[in-house]
């Protein structure tokens, strides 16, 4: 039995591991490690697919030397799943968009092809990475796998940062404003939230300027080994595309979709 030192974003806890099992009861944890002045960041991007509202991609270029963003797919696993390709074509028009954005701030997305556990190790040691940052999960599975990969960041002596910000208001803090148990029926969710408040401003949209005095290698081999996949690569074809233009993935498409609703909302109910 070992213990690795876990720092949340609001309390500190320890956890005990064995070598076949690990629990954590809380999401939202930092591995600390002893590293020098300057990391060498790494944001792993899952759902947060934007530069708007990313704490956890703010954190990454705090004290940052290098900078390196990732997104981890499994082609394997893609095509046994059983989803459209309504739904990749969506998630490769988001994951080409937030590569648009990264480039504009002079660094680009790495599309990893792989399991999570057995790719992050390898990046670690092959980039030097000295920080991990993502977004907090949610869901009980990506939970468990947070946990694993917080321990091999511990084994690799990589601080591993996981922020909120998928949701509105942190769930962990809603479960302790109701005495350690998750609210079942809204009333009880509202009266939590009610307590609690009006959720955290966003943080600032990350932009060019934060990027300064940080470097963020491309590899020569980033087009071939690193660049967006083609639906063809995860089974499919355009031809099995049948949406179209009508549902178009990515940051920007959204961020001109809410602009005209809220122009239409203005036009129609203000004076």
Same mark, same amino acid.
Not at 2 to 26: A, G, K, Q, W
Not at 131 to 137: I, R
Not at 227 to 234: I, K, T
């Given at each position: 039995?070992?213990?690795?030192?876990?720092?949340?974003?609001?309390?500190?806890?320890? @956890?005990? +591991?064995?070598?076949?099992?690990?629990?954590?009861?809380?999401?939202?944890?930092?591995?600390?490690?002893?590293?020098? &002045?300057?990391?060498?960041?790494?944001?792993?991007?899952? *759902? /947060?697919?934007? &530069?708007? /509202?990313?704490?956890?991609?703010?954190? #990454?270029?705090?004290?940052?030397?290098?900078?390196?963003?990732? $997104?981890? %797919?499994?082609?394997?696993? #893609?095509?046994?799943?059983?989803?459209?390709?309504?739904?990749?074509?969506? +998630?490769?028009?988001?994951?080409? /968009?937030?590569?648009?954005?990264?480039?504009?701030?002079?660094?680009?997305?790495?599309?990893?092809?792989?399991?999570?556990?057995?790719?992050?190790?390898?990046?670690?040691?092959?980039?030097? %990475?000295? *920080?991990?940052?993502?977004?907090?999960?949610?869901?009980?599975?990506?939970?468990?796998?947070?946990?694993?990969? #917080?321990?091999?960041?511990?084994?690799?002596?990589?601080?591993?940062?996981?922020?909120?910000?998928?949701?509105?208001?942190?769930?962990?803090?809603? %479960?302790?404003?109701?005495?350690?148990?998750?609210?079942?029926?809204?009333?009880?969710?509202?009266?939590?939230?009610?307590?609690?408040?009006?959720?955290?401003?966003?943080? /600032? #949209?990350?932009?060019?300027?934060?990027?300064?005095?940080? %470097?963020?290698?491309?590899?020569?081999? $980033?087009?071939?080994?690193?660049?967006?996949?083609?639906?063809? =690569?995860?089974?499919?074809?355009?031809?099995?595309?049948?949406?179209?233009?009508?549902?178009?993935?990515?940051? @920007? =498409?959204?961020? *001109?979709?809410?602009?005209?609703?809220?122009?239409?909302?203005?036009?129609?109910?203000?004076?």
């Amino acid at each position: 039995m070992s213990f690795v030192r876990v720092v949340c974003t609001h309390t500190s806890i320890t @956890v005990m +591991l064995s070598p076949n099992e690990l629990t954590l009861s809380h999401p939202l944890f930092v591995v600390s490690s002893n590293v020098g &002045l300057g990391h060498n960041a790494m944001h792993w991007f899952r *759902k /947060d697919l934007r &530069l708007h /509202d990313n704490p956890s991609l703010c954190e #990454a270029l705090v004290n940052c030397r290098t900078f390196r963003a990732v $997104y981890i %797919i499994d082609p394997l696993s #893609a095509r046994a799943a059983n989803v459209s390709a309504n739904r990749w074509k969506f +998630l490769l028009d988001c994951l080409t /968009d937030l590569d648009k954005s990264l480039h504009e701030c002079g660094s680009r997305l790495h599309v990893i092809r792989g399991q999570p556990t057995y790719v992050l190790p390898k990046l670690f040691q092959e980039w030097n %990475i000295s *920080k991990l940052t993502f977004e907090c999960e949610t869901e009980p599975f990506g939970q468990r796998r947070d946990v694993a990969v #917080a321990v091999l960041g511990e084994e690799h002596g990589v601080e591993v940062i996981s922020k909120p910000s998928h949701t509105l208001y942190d769930p962990e803090k809603i %479960i302790v404003s109701n005495g350690g148990e998750a609210p079942l029926v809204i009333k009880t969710f509202e009266n939590v939230v009610r307590h609690m408040g009006p959720p955290e401003k966003p943080v /600032d #949209a990350v932009n060019k300027e934060m990027f300064k005095g940080c %470097i963020c290698p491309v590899s020569s081999e $980033y087009n071939t080994k690193f660049g967006v996949p083609r639906l063809n =690569e995860l089974g499919f074809e355009e031809s099995d595309v049948t949406t179209g233009d009508l549902w178009v993935g990515g940051e @920007v =498409e959204a961020i *001109k979709r809410l602009t005209e609703l809220e122009e239409k909302v203005r036009l129609q109910y203000l004076p």
